[in-house]
């Protein structure tokens, strides 16, 4: 081939390169447009009462904001890592597709079990280093319990900086405002978020997972 058809064959393989860019997060859009304010889903609590909800609007919304606040009032760069350190529910969609549309990479855990301290909190440390994340976001029930662990415990917990899911007063009074933010050039090789298992027969191992 002679080199004009060598340039030829690059930019169509940019082209496609380009053509795929963000395909995912463009469909997510898309479902939100096709669904709106449809439920997404609903949280119970072991009683069976609905204590949560989203509808498909309200968590693409909120996701944009928490996209927001970690490119803009956070400070983070395209590809920085942080840690969702979430109870069982559904503000964890939120925040990991805020990081999604950010294009900041979450590090997935199991939140550490009250009962289970002494051996949980040894081993998000071991994440916390490993993935060499800027900060801890958190939603209530979590900070609670750092907020309540014993002092032992408390000394126990990973020596980086912690924030808090934006709560839904201040969160809905910002969205008023429309900030949102999604970062427009993520590419299908990026990684989208890192996966560490339970450490439950030995160290926390992590695979990657990309767009």
């Known amino acids: 081939?002679?080199?004009?058809?060598?340039?030829?064959?690059?930019?169509?393989?940019?082209k496609i390169e380009v053509s795929r860019r963000s395909i995912f997060l463009e469909e997510l859009d898309q479902t939100v447009t096709k669904f709106n304010n449809k439920v997404f889903s609903r949280w119970f609590?072991?009683?069976?009462k609905e204590t949560n909800s989203y509808t498909f609007?309200?968590?693409?919304?909120?996701?944009?904001?928490?996209a927001y606040k970690l490119r803009n009032d956070w400070?983070?760069?395209?590809?920085?890592?942080?840690?969702?350190?979430?109870?069982f529910g559904l503000q964890f969609y939120a925040?990991?597709?805020?990081?999604?549309?950010?294009?900041?990479?979450?590090v997935l855990v199991y939140p550490p079990a009250p009962a289970?301290?002494?051996?949980?909190?040894?081993?998000?440390a071991k994440i916390t280093s490993d993935s060499k994340a800027k900060f801890i976001l958190v939603d209530s029930d979590v900070n609670l319990l750092r907020r309540i662990s014993s002092l032992?415990?408390?000394?126990?917990?990973?020596?980086?900086?912690?924030?808090?899911?934006?709560?839904?007063?201040s969160l809905y009074?910002?969205?008023?405002?429309?900030?949102?933010?999604?970062?427009?050039n993520i590419s299908p090789k990026d990684i989208a978020f890192l996966q560490y298992t339970s450490g439950s027969t030995g160290d926390p191992k992590v695979s990657r997972c990309a767009f």
């Open 116 to 124: 289970n301290l002494k051996k949980a909190l040894p081993k998000l």
């Open 173 to 184: 009074k910002k969205l008023k405002s429309t900030k949102s933010f999604i970062e427009a």
């Open 75 to 87: 400070n983070l760069k395209k590809g920085e890592r942080i840690i969702l350190c979430y109870n």
């Open 1 to 14: 081939m002679n080199g004009n058809g060598v340039h030829h064959f690059e930019d169509i393989e940019n």
């Open 152 to 169: 032992k415990s408390r000394k126990s917990w990973p020596r980086i900086e912690y924030k808090l899911h934006p709560t839904s007063k």
């Open 95 to 106: 925040a990991f597709l805020g990081c999604l549309r950010a294009g900041i990479t979450a």
């Open 57 to 66: 609007t309200a968590l693409w919304e909120e996701a944009g904001y928490i």
């Open 45 to 48: 609590d072991e009683n069976g």
